[in-house]
């Protein structure tokens, strides 16, 4: 048996884990070669392959990034995309692939494997943890631990020259990364993607904040929109799975709040510093079993499936059930933590 490994879509701690383990177990107790596609669903389109054996994965655990590389290819948008892939598949005599990746990458796995045949199985990886059929994905634990220490860290700041700060932080469609960071590390004010925010309302939580003789902290996921407003873009190009460039709306709202309330406010933009560096503890941990569990589904032939957790255990689920729609912040779950606003 020889088996495809591949990383897609943005990168996030805890993906080499993922790598370890699916290889170390792999040619361990099941005697597999592997072989390592470049740069997401660029490598089995063009054929750019990497060998994947125990040397290849020693010491890369704490590392961040992916030694394979990544990338927002989308091999169905080719017109002979299909055909290319089937073709180096074949080139390579590679069996099986495991794909690494989000609701993008994990989508054409499940297409891959639906409609064409092709045997994926599937791991979750995002930072923004919004794939439904799993209760976490690694990545977004350690982007949650870098928002929580940045905005640690901010407030002390605030408080010196008694100012707002605006911490703008990852979450394209859902605000898990701003409700998680935001609530750890006492800002004022929280704006996440599922509900729309009154920037009215935004300007009373700083004003009440002031009065109180604190300097207000608010963090705002960068898909978070006002009322009466759209989504604030970097600009308009689409990647190729049909998603603008984010970025911009804290920068927006500090202007907004500086204007309608007369205090200075600063907009810190964390970007793709939540991405990087050395994976958390247990972005390792849930990482590597995943990657174990993942090679076990190749091994019982369980393909069109993605690893999961579910309470601490790790199950197997459907890869067309866990792309067909995003683990969004529940309304009430929002307002569990107003409590804090103002």
């Known amino acids: 048996m020889r088996v495809g490994v591949l990383t897609g879509g943005g990168d996030c701690p805890g993906l080499n884990a993922v790598i370890r383990g699916i290889v170390r177990k792999g040619v361990q107790e099941y005697g597999y070669d592997f ?30 990034g992916t030694i394979l590389g990544s990338s927002r290819t989308n091999p169905l948008k080719s017109a002979d995309g299909i055909r290319r892939i089937r073709e180096n598949l074949a080139k390579q005599q590679v069996d099986a692939l495991i794909v690494i990746g989000g609701e993008d990458t994990l989508g054409v ?18 930072i923004d943890n919004d794939l439904s059929a799993t209760d976490y994905t690694f990545g977004f634990d350690t982007a ?71 300097a207000p902290i608010v963090v705002v996921a960068e898909g978070a929109m006002p009322r009466d407003g759209d989504m604030v873009l970097k600009d308009g190009t689409l ?36 991405r990087g560096g050395t994976p958390s503890a247990f972005d390792r941990w849930l990482a590597t079993r995943f990657g174990l569990h993942a090679i076990d589904c190749v091994r019982d032939g369980d393909f069109g499936t993605m690893v999961a957790l579910r309470g601490t255990d790790i199950v197997r689920v459907p890869l067309a059930e866990a792309t067909a729609q995003l683990k969004r912040v529940k309304p009430e779950l929002y307002e569990e933590v107003g409590v804090f606003f103002g």
């Open 35 to 64: 072989t390592g596609y470049r740069d997401g669903w660029r490598g089995p389109l063009k054929g750019d392959v990497t060998r994947l054996d125990i040397p290849a994965v020693r010491g890369i655990l704490p590392r961040g």
């Open 109 to 126: 796995a499940a297409r891959l494997s639906g409609e064409y045949g092709i045997p994926c199985v599937g791991v979750p990886k995002t």
């Open 144 to 214: 949650v631990s870098i928002a929580t220490e940045a905005i640690d860290r901010l407030h002390t700041t605030a408080e010196s020259h008694m100012r707002v700060l605006v911490v703008e932080v990852m979450g394209r469609h859902t605000g898990w990364i701003a409700l998680h960071s935001g609530l750890a590390g006492g800002a004022n004010v929280i704006l996440i993607p599922e509900q729309r925010f009154d920037v009215d309302q935004v300007c009373a939580w700083v004003t009440s904040r002031f009065r109180a003789s604190y």
């Open 239 to 274: 990647d190729s799975f049909g998603h603008v460039r984010l970025s911009g709306i804290g920068e927006w709202l500090a202007k907004e709040i500086e204007k309608r309330t007369g205090k200075e406010a600063r907009t810190t933009v964390l970007g793709h510093v939540q």
